[in-house]
């Protein structure tokens, strides 16, 4: 267990439909990003949220969107799905904006989505 | 920009022999941070090693090894005497580290390697 909770580990729905992917950073980490794996696309950074505020934007399509909660857990919102969508969503978490001695990245399982 | 190349789409080997994962990267940055992790066919991200940039020591783990290059922005990966288990796709990684600014992960494409018994 790696400390970063992601959930649920699969989920299949149908073109159209929306989503949501639950992350739950390691204890103490203040930093969230999430990550879309497809085969043709590689590991690609989406967005990162820091103590509950946007901290920066990657290849996040507009039909995709986050937030990062009080308690620091953070949600993404998948909408309109299309097949193209179908991905493996890592989310990741950190404790610090770039410096420490720790300084590194936990990974979650994942989720595997399916559209169908 | 950060950019982190993978020229080595797939590799095969033969157990026990050594093969070496090359990984080049770009920055503007002066202070950042290399990774390499491992993703076994269960998918998960298995984190291998960190190395910041003011540290060029190569470092060895076992039957793993990184060099560190920072004249040629090079963090190659090798593993000597490869074994089954060893298949995976590796992943290279970059993050700049300048306090105040996004520390995003920048991964390149990843290298299958598939050993073959």
């Known amino acids: 267990d790696s400390g970063v909770t992601q959930t649920p580990k699969h989920l299949i729905t149908a073109t159209g439909q929306r989503v949501t992917l639950r992350c739950s950073p390691r204890?103490?980490?203040?930093?969230v990003y999430w990550y879309q794996q497809s085969l043709d696309q590689g590991l690609q950074f989406l967005i990162q949220y820091y103590n509950g505020e946007e901290r920066a934007k990657g290849n996040i399509l507009e039909r995709f969107s986050a937030q990062q909660f009080p308690d620091l857990h953070s949600e993404l919102n998948l909408s309109s799905l299309e097949l193209g969508d179908s991905a493996l969503y890592f989310c990741?978490?950190?404790?610090?904006?770039?410096?420490?001695?720790?300084?590194?990245?936990?990974f979650g399982s994942g989720t595997r989505l399916t559209v169908v | 920009a950060q950019k982190v190349t993978q020229a080595q789409t797939e590799i095969s080997v033969v157990e026990k022999e050594d093969v070496t994962l090359d990984c080049v990267y770009e920055?503007?940055?002066?202070?950042?941070?290399l990774f390499w992790y491992k993703q076994p066919p269960s998918g998960e991200l298995v984190f291998l090693i960190r190395r910041n940039s003011f540290d060029e020591q190569n470092e060895i783990s076992g039957r793993y090894s990184w060099n560190f290059q920072k004249s040629t922005s090079s963090f190659n990966f090798t593993i000597t005497a490869s074994q089954v288990v060893d298949s995976a796709v590796y992943f290279c990684a970059l993050s700049e580290a300048t306090s105040g600014a996004t520390n995003k992960l920048i991964f390149g494409t990843g290298t299958l390697l598939a050993v073959q018994p």
């Open positions: 204890s103490g980490d203040l930093s």
């Open positions: 990741a978490s950190s404790d610090t904006l770039g410096t420490g001695l720790n300084y590194g990245y936990t």
């Open positions: 920055t503007r940055d002066t202070t950042y941070y």
